[in-house]
């Protein structure tokens, strides 16, 4: 998480994040406190941190 952290540290801008844990029981939503700007080196950040099936924009 300190990478994703770190990652959507680096983007600043006006669109909101959510991310989506798991956590056993459900999925746990988490609305980041970061807002980023949606750039293809953002997502390549993340998808190259968490893996690409698990990074949507919409």
């Known amino acids: 998480m300190q990478n994703v952290h770190d990652i959507?540290?680096?983007s600043s801008g006006e669109d909101m994040v959510k991310l989506y844990v798991p956590n056993g029981v459900g999925i746990v939503?988490?609305?980041s406190q970061h807002t980023v700007s949606c750039t293809?080196?953002?997502i390549d950040g993340l998808r190259g941190v968490?893996?690409?099936e698990r990074v949507e924009v919409g």
């Open 8 to 10: 959507l540290g680096s």
């Open 29 to 31: 939503v988490l609305q």
């Open 50 to 52: 968490l893996g690409s």
């Open 40 to 42: 293809d080196g953002l």
